[in-house]
């Protein structure tokens, strides 16, 4: 199994900056890609951005130029760095790490304001 344990999110006002880390445990070694995903209230969870073991990485159209996916090996730590916050930003955010099969940190609200 795969243990994920997301930082704490928080308010910004829009056109600000905030940064996610998720810290991987256990059979991190099976890992093929982590990434983040977000829902909104009333919405379904989309992905934001992805990289894969390989260091690739990619993201939804939405947030492309505004946030950047990475990572620290050593620490199994995987980072979404979030730049010119928007107010359709707010939600909350999951970080991921797909094996064989999904495993989910806990979520993170993430609030932006106008």
């Known amino acids: 199994q795969v243990q994920l344990v997301e930082s704490e999110g928080g308010l910004v006002q829009a056109g600000g900056s905030l940064r996610l880390s998720c810290a991987a445990s256990?059979?991190?070694?099976?890992?093929?890609?982590m990434g983040w995903y977000r829902q909104a209230p009333g919405k379904q969870r989309d992905i934001v951005a992805e990289?894969?073991?390989?260091?690739?990485?990619s993201y939804d159209s939405s947030v492309k130029g505004r946030f950047t996916i990475s990572r620290d090996i050593a620490k199994n730590t995987v980072y979404l760095q979030m730049n010119n916050l928007k107010p359709e930003d707010t939600a909350v955010y999951y970080c991921?790490?797909?094996?064989?099969?999904?495993?989910w940190g806990q979520g993170t609200q993430v609030t932006v304001s106008s």
């Open positions: 256990g059979r991190i070694f099976s890992i093929n890609a």
């Open positions: 990289i894969t073991s390989g260091g690739s990485t």
């Open positions: 991921v790490a797909v094996t064989t099969i999904a495993y």
